[in-house]
């Protein structure tokens, strides 16, 4: 609405600017659906390439250890339930991703997910946050190799470098690692070389994994004894095993479950971590041969594989050995050298180096994609974005990436940066479960470039008709149906259209319909259509109610996770009660609220069941995990995550595709405005107020 300079001037360009930063930073990405399938790379990756990609990233040389770690440590025999547990909070997970691989087969995964529903500062932080959690995880699995490696050679090369190549840096390592620099150097020229040839090397290690697996499971079955799951401690609280006393610490309470119920979900949160890797799927939607239908069919039962897997592996090795009696370090070498068996040593070696081969390649292949990603949508720097004509792959990304990778494995410990891997897994689970339910509750799941804009967006002024003498005449269009029609003309003619409606011709009528129609939704509105849509199809009404409370349902679940996360013990105190029980009602409330919404009925290859429960449930079950974390990690999650605030502020703001489709329009706007005078202004508000009148 027109207005005085000095209005326009002081509040309304405040008011006006501070929308467009909003909108910067909340701009989602287009996508023209007719083009989905249109890329740059190679298109050569099957369901079984994918589910080989998912298997090998998430069976990684941790199978051999973290069964007997969390049985020896936590939960006994349990353990069995505990990676149920963390293999259906995985499954959410995984729903969440398999709808949106077949919704928007892109690479990038979470990053593109959240790019399309959420906006674009969310996310650069989930890219950015993916770009560190797949390069750490490539550095430190790449030491792991070198280790694993090494001990087949009796431990000869890593001596050398430990004699001969000492450094005493503080943050680094005691010894530069050369063999984990080869290895990550080697890997990234089969990645570099073409998608189909790290794929067959990537199938050929898990096959090798998985046949060492059905071995040990095969051969543990003659050794396993049920009474190992019945074992009780005696009058003193101790078990003779062997030659050994063991004491009633390590014991507890004896039988399936000797450490309670809680030891159970404690062992299931260590458990999830073992299912993280399925993700690097979701980074192929531009290399799959199918993508709608491959990539939600290969992460479904590459976890189902997986669960097998670790299912299987903690019930023999807890059936061969009592779970006290379990080596954390190497339970299976150990158990199966208790029975005689001291050839399995050999296999298992084998075994995981072939594993820690797959989950190596299942780091290393999704980090140039999302590198890739980012850069052709303009938030890191385009020349990332550039794709080898003959190999069909992401050539500078895949090269300074694997680089970069291959320097941090050879020069650091990553002990300390290893949690760092999950605040960027979890992080990203939860946007992509988040961008489920908005997903459902949009009008249209996707916005097309050349789409209209959203209602309300509409740069409405009200000029007088010698305002409209002084506008140029390729900035003015006379009526919202006449921007409509011209939408096929040039970019630059529809950014600067503008709906005018002229006081002196009586338009005053026509432009209070269109705010009627166009008007922001009450808050006596918001709290009713929230538990009483008025239509079985999504409105913007109700898309906005559904966009609300979805973030509100984040805000409680995530105060619920922390008051139960760091305050388990003083639940008797008001001062912790009550906010807990306020959370746990809002989220109850908000939940039955999602309930309510309208979906979006459109058809695609899989859905998400029991939306909005789903979603819901794995938002709270990932961030209670992140709430877990010890500090130090959050403050290191800090520090990187001001560096990449700096890079996307100094460049991808401005150098996003985005903002030349959409802010540079509202730039215009706001130039367009300041040319109105001040009398027609002036002139317009005494008409407004009659017509108010």
């Known amino acids: ?50 589910v080989a990609l998912g298997v090998g990233s998430t069976l990684g040389a941790g199978v051999y250890v973290i069964a007997g770690e969390v049985a020896q440590k936590t939960t006994g025999p349990a353990v069995i339930v505990s990676f149920f547990i963390a293999a259906a909070a995985s499954v959410l997970a995984g729903l969440c991703y398999a709808e949106f691989g077949a919704r ?31 390069a750490i995880g490539t550095a430190s699995v790449a030491r792991a190799w070198s280790q694993n490696f090494d001990s087949l050679l009796g431990g000869r090369v890593i001596n050398i470098f430990r004699q001969y190549l000492t450094m005493s840096v503080p943050g680094i390592a005691k010894y530069p690692d050369f063999f984990a620099f080869g290895i990550v150097l080697l890997l990234t020229l089969v990645i570099a070389f073409g998608v189909k040839e790290s794929a067959w090397v990537t199938k050929a290690f898990t096959l090798v994994n998985l046949m060492v697996l059905a071995t040990v499971v095969i051969a543990g079955s003659w050794l396993a004894d049920g009474a190992n799951w019945r074992i009780r401690p005696g009058p003193n609280g101790t078990v003779e095993f062997g030659n050994a006393t063991y004491a009633a610490s390590r014991i507890g309470a004896g039988g399936f479950m ?81 029975q005689g068996w001291r050839v399995a040593n050999y296999i298992i070696a084998v075994g995981a180096v072939c594993a820690l081969s797959t989950s190596l390649l299942g780091a290393m292949f999704p980090l140039p994609r999302i590198v890739y990603a980012m850069a052709s949508d303009g938030l890191l720097f385009r020349f990332l974005a550039s794709v080898n ?45 988040i961008s489920v339910l908005i ?25 007088t008709h010698r305002q409209q003498q002084r506008l140029p005449a390729d900035r003015l269009k006379p009526e919202k149906q006449e921007r409509q029609q011209e939408r096929g003309s040039s970019d630059s003619d529809s950014a600067d259209a503008v709906l005018v409606c002229d006081p002196h011709s009586g338009g005053l009528a026509d432009l209070s319909t269109h705010f009627r129609q166009h008007r922001r939704m009450t808050w006596r509105e918001y709290l009713r259509l929230s538990f009483r849509p008025e239509s079985t199809a999504p409105t913007r009404f109700s898309e906005s109610v559904n966009r609300r409370n ?3 349902f984040l805000a409680a679940a995530t105060l619920l996770a922390f008051l139960t996360e760091n305050y388990p013990d003083r639940m008797h105190q008001p001062g912790v009660l009550l906010p807990t029980l306020a959370a746990f009602a809002a989220c109850f409330g908000l939940l039955f609220s999602l309930y309510r919404q309208p979906e979006n009925a459109k058809p695609v290859a899989f859905r998400v069941p029991a939306v909005p429960f789903v979603p819901c449930l794995s938002v709270f079950i990932n961030v209670y995990l992140m709430m877990a974390l010890p500090s130090g990690t959050w403050v290191r999650f800090l ?21 030349a489709r959409q802010t540079i329009r509202k730039m215009r706007g706001i130039r367009l405005a300041i040319e109105l005078d001040a009398d027609g202004g002036q002139e317009v508000s005494q008409m407004m107020d009659k017509e108010q009148d």
């Not at 979470?110 to 989930?126: D, H, K, N, P």
């Not at 916005?447 to 309300?456: F, I, K, S």
């Not at 520090?639 to 903002?659: K, P, Q």
């Open 550 to 552: 979805t973030f509100l």
């Open 258 to 338: 000797p450490f309670g119920l809680r030891s159970i979900v404690s062992g299931a949160g260590t458990c999830f971590y073992a299912f993280v890797g399925f993700d690097a799927i979701a980074t192929t939607g531009e290399e799959a041969k199918n993508p709608q239908k491959a990539i939600p069919v290969s992460i479904i039962v590459s976890l189902a594989i997986c669960f097998a897997a670790y299912f299987s592996l903690s019930t023999v090795l807890t059936l061969i050995q009592p779970y006290f009696a379990l080596d954390p370090l190497a339970p299976l070498p150990a158990a199966f050298a208790a």
């Open 104 to 134: 928007v087969p892109k690479s990038g995964s979470a990053y593109v997910y959240s790019y399309v529903t959420v906006g674009e500062l969310m996310a650069f932080v989930i890219g950015w946050n993916l770009i560190l959690e797949y």
């Open 389 to 433: 004509r003959r190999l069909s792959t992401p050539l500078v990304a895949t090269l300074i990436t694997g680089l970069l990778s291959a320097v941090m494995a050879c020069l650091f410990e990553l002990k300390e940066l290893v949690d760092m891997m999950s605040i960027g897994t979890l992080l990203a689970y939860t946007l992509v479960a």
């Open 1 to 50: 609405l027109a207005m005085s300079p000095a209005a326009f001037s002081l509040g309304g360009s405040l008011s006006y600017y501070a929308t467009l930063l909003l909108s910067i930073v909340t701009r989602k990405k287009t996508v023209d659906e007719a083009h989905l399938a249109d890329t740059k790379l190679s298109r050569c990756l099957g369901t079984l390439d994918l």
């Open 439 to 463: 997903l459902r509750g949009n009008r249209d799941d996707l916005r097309h470039p050349d789409a209209e804009e959203p209602p309300g967006s509409v740069d409405i002024r009200v000029v």
């Open 639 to 659: 520090v990187w995550m001001t560096i990449g605030m700096a890079i996307y502020c100094l460049y991808g703001a401005r150098s996003s595709t985005e903002h």
